[in-house]
């Protein structure tokens, strides 16, 4: 359960590493057996929110400086603030399901949106579904073997 809760985590932070394999396999392979599907969800959903708060407070770190400014003021951080502007903080929920989206939402929602109780509670909630889905996907598999 440990990389289960680890691996979204550590996911925040690099995106190109598999949370998204990683918990779907644990659904695969525990779902059945020793845990419920409900804690492989809550660990794996907890996992990705805490780590979504990490980059999403770093960046409110980097904000601060000059070279956040930068950041803050360019081409990507304008798509994504105005993807977020779009669909408000349903767009944090949907960045969830892009490649490298739920980084780059955390960081630019720190950057230059909202408080960050409204952001923490958007990825929450997009946590929850992301890992349900995933867990709905390796349990399913494991249905079907």
Partial sequence: MLVVFGAPLVDSLVPVLPGEVVVAAAATSLGGGSLPIPVIVAVAAAGSLIGECVVFSLAGRLARTRRGERIAGGDQAAFVRRFIGRWGLGGVVLARFMPGGRTVAAAT????????????????????????YLVGIGSGAAAIL
């Fill in 109 to 132: 929602f720190a950057l230059r949106s909202g408080p960050a109780s409204r952001f923490v509670v958007a990825a929450g909630a997009g946590s929850l579904i992301w890992a349900g």
